[in-house]
């Protein structure tokens, strides 16, 4: 489901930033959240695993104009099959005027 949620998400960033539109807080926090899980699933050994919980279940500050501090967890198999447990931290900067963002993520 949460890949679902991210696509839509990604859709509806592109067909704003393609109407010229500015983006709202829940929007900008919609996007800080789905980058931060696009970018933990490429941390993890198994990423077609990852089951993350909904964008309204874990942190998001607002660090800055438009900077996002991110904090959550994701469940996903380990390089043995189990199911684990990762905690991760995410800083997210969007940027309006190319439509791109930078991120830095860490699993704890």
Not at 22 to 47: F, H, N, W
């Amino acid at each position: 489901m949460s890949k679902t949620i991210s696509l839509f998400v990604l859709s509806s960033l592109f067909l704003l930033a393609c109407s010229g539109g500015a983006m709202s807080d829940t929007e900008k926090r919609a996007a800080a959240c789905t980058y931060a899980q696009i970018e933990v699933e490429g941390l993890l050994k198994s990423p077609s695993s990852a089951d993350f919980p909904a964008c309204s279940q874990i942190t998001i500050e607002e660090t800055g104009a438009d900077k996002f501090s991110v904090e959550g967890y994701v469940d996903a198999q380990n390089s043995f099959g189990a199911s684990v447990r990762e905690y991760y931290t995410c800083s997210v900067r969007l940027e309006a005027e190319d439509d791109s963002y930078y991120i830095n993520c860490n699993l704890d």
